[in-house]
């Protein structure tokens, strides 16, 4: 009978290291993912808002060429000009400001 328990007890330490180290296994693979995923730092970015006077054959879109942070699709920039001045096209006159976001890296 004594051996029969000291069996059992030598089985369930054996299953408790084994249930450990596959947990321990398991959360460094899991750490080492998301360090490999996050790894790279993020470039930090700051934006302010500049009120620009639209010039006699300016375009939103000549506009957010030249506001545009570098690598930015100039398409999404006239997106966020649009949003930010509440238009619903591109069109604006000659003598008119509009707000245009201009992101910097910090």
Excluded: H
């Excluded at 290291?17 to 996050?38: D, Q």
């Excluded at 500049?50 to 997106?79: F, H, L, N, P, R």
Aim: net charge positive.
């Amino acid at each position: 009978m004594e051996r029969r328990t000291q069996r059992r007890v030598v089985r369930k330490s054996r299953k408790i290291r084994k249930n450990t180290f596959v947990l321990l296994t398991m959360a460094l693979i899991l750490c080492l993912g998301t360090l490999a995923m996050g790894g790279e730092k993020g470039v930090q970015t700051k934006t302010y808002y500049e009120c620009v006077q639209v010039q006699k054959g300016d375009s939103i879109w000549e506009i957010a060429e030249e506001y545009k942070m570098e690598g930015t699709d100039t398409e999404q920039m006239v997106d966020e000009i649009l949003e930010v001045n509440g238009l619903k096209n591109t069109n604006v006159r000659a003598g008119e400001s509009i707000i245009v976001p201009v992101t910097k890296a910090a």
